[in-house]
């Protein structure tokens, strides 16, 4: 038995941005357009959104979502009612609409919605329309239900949740992605690959999410290479299609340590939350691999995850492919924990933190606070 959820419609492939204006004229005439930090990149969308007729305003998200930046932009909105709000840009500037579309038309304050920091208080109203655009191949956020915001005076990351916060139509364009630099490109393809990683080993996955999973994770790791060290047009239309496979799974089924902890280092880094992931990756898989018993369902779908990697990553039989994977991504400037900015000081603290995320509820195996910091010392 399990539920499965989604946006309305996806529209996926090349040239399918182009007709944004058309879908969000069904909704109504009155637009809130969120961009990242350069209005030029925008520029296209928000012309074309006047020249539909409609009544534009926009807002820019110029970092990771933060409290801060949310109650900011929800004071400067009084006043301004949207039918739609349109999201162009990368997991950030997705996640940052979303807590928009949630809160703007809630009366309480917005702490009080968020997960750990808050009490979690249910959205009073459903929230605003919303079609995502995402510019980077990574996060998935354009299919899931959740928004992750900073916490500064808590150095947490956390969520804002309801079901209804997932966009009612997601646009997948890879001409919108590719052309990115390479730091942001590899961030985002380690992250699109391990969010079809966790949702596979979770003991929350189901037929639904393994069927995308499992066709998800060797083209991911099939294409990721190439993406990175080519920029290879093909290569950006299969990331982009695994990007949203992941989140599609992990909305579904929940993820796992690689994630629990990557909210709590991000929290006390800023670092981007996918160069996070991958460097956790590695560490959290070897992980498993002395957790998981032989003949248990969990070992057979590792070693099935394992022996992707290898088909991809490991030049012989001898190397170990999950080194390997971390050896590559490291060469291709992958940095270190510490590197990003988290001190060993910090790791005990780290573990406890992590060890009570909400992802963690669907890590294969219960961790210690020895698993934790081993896991931690590994990624350093």
Not at 83 to 95: E, H, K, M, N, P
Not at 145 to 170: E, F, Q, T
Not at 301 to 310: D, F, G, N
Request: glycine share 10%.
């Amino acid at each position: 038995m399990f539920s499965f959820s989604g946006p309305q419609t996806i529209h996926f492939g090349r040239g399918q941005s182009q007709q944004t204006p058309t879908l969000a004229a069904g909704f109504g005439n009155a637009v809130l357009l969120v961009h990242g930090a350069s209005a030029a990149r925008a520029k296209w969308l928000i012309d074309a959104c006047n020249d539909a007729g409609l009544t534009t305003k926009t807002i820019s998200c110029l970092r990771e979502p933060s409290l801060p930046d949310i109650e900011l932009a929800l004071d400067q909105l009084k006043g301004f009612q949207p039918d739609v709000v349109i999201a162009l840009g990368g997991g950030s500037v997705i996640d940052f609409a979303k807590a928009l579309t949630a809160l703007i038309l809630c009366p309480g304050a917005p702490r009080n919605y968020l997960e750990v920091v808050g009490d979690g208080r249910q959205l009073e109203h459903p929230p605003v329309p919303m079609i995502a655009l995402p510019t980077t191949a990574g996060t998935g956020a354009e299919v899931t239900k959740n928004a992750v915001i900073s916490v500064p005076d808590r150095g947490l990351k956390v969520s804002l949740r309801d079901p209804r916060m997932v966009p009612d139509i997601a646009i997948i364009d890879a001409n919108l992605m590719q052309g990115a630099p390479r730091h942001v490109t590899l961030a985002s393809g380690l992250d699109a690959v391990t969010q079809v990683i966790e949702p596979y080993l979770s003991v929350k996955a189901n037929p639904m999410t393994d069927a995308l999973c499992r066709a998800a994770i060797p083209t991911g790791l099939g294409v990721l290479r190439t993406l990175v060290e080519n920029d290879a047009p093909d290569a950006w239309d299969s990331m982009a299609w695994v990007s949203t496979c992941g989140g599609l799974a992990l909305a579904n089924a929940g993820l796992g340590a690689v994630h629990g902890f990557a909210g709590v280092i991000g929290g006390k880094t800023n670092a981007p939350h996918g160069e996070i992931c991958g460097a956790l990756l590695p560490a959290v898989l070897q992980s498993h691999q002395r957790n998981a018993k032989q003949e248990t369902d969990v070992h057979t779908r590792l070693q099935w995850v394992v022996q992707q990697i290898a088909d991809h990553f490991a030049k012989d039989n001898t190397a170990d492919p999950i080194r390997e994977l971390r050896r590559w991504s490291q060469d291709m400037g992958l940095r270190g924990l510490q590197d990003m900015g988290l001190a060993l000081a910090d790791f005990p603290e780290v573990a406890e933190a992590a060890a009570t995320a909400s992802s963690m509820k669907g890590n294969p195996f219960q961790l210690s606070q020895p698993d934790l910091l081993q896991i931690l010392n590994a990624a350093k």
